[in-house]
């Protein structure tokens, strides 16, 4: 008897850390952060002077579109669909929020 007891403790103490380890998200990395990647090519606040397009003063809509298309592989680039794979469309819309709204 004192097995079964055991046993069922010990199952419902799993269960319950279970049901806390899923209740337990991380917070999300906010688009400030995120969109400081962007800086190693886009340059400084976005302005490209270079090949690479600048990205500053383009609209939260343009950005996340451009992004989620290269992100699926319907517009060409070379590496930038690569960097959009990395993101999920959550954190491509807080880069997106971040540039339009700061990168001035």
């Not at 990395?29 to 606040?45: D, E, K, N, R, Y």
């Not at 992100?71 to 469309?89: E, I, L, Q």
């Given at each position: ?14 269960l ?20 400081a990647?962007?800086?190693?090519c ?32 319907r517009?060409?680039a ?27």
């Amino acid at each position: 008897m004192r097995s079964v007891i055991a046993t069922a403790a010990f199952v419902a103490s799993l269960l319950a850390g279970a049901a806390a380890a899923q209740a337990q998200q991380a917070a999300p990395i906010p688009g400030s952060v995120l969109a400081a990647t962007c800086s190693g090519c886009h340059g400084p606040a976005g302005r490209s002077v270079a090949e690479i397009p600048p990205i500053n003063g383009r609209t939260e809509q343009q950005l996340l579109s451009a992004m989620l298309d290269f992100k699926n592989d319907r517009r060409p680039a070379t590496v930038m669909n690569r960097h959009a794979k990395g993101f999920s469309d959550d954190e491509l819309a807080a880069i997106a929020r971040e540039i339009s709204a700061n990168w001035r």
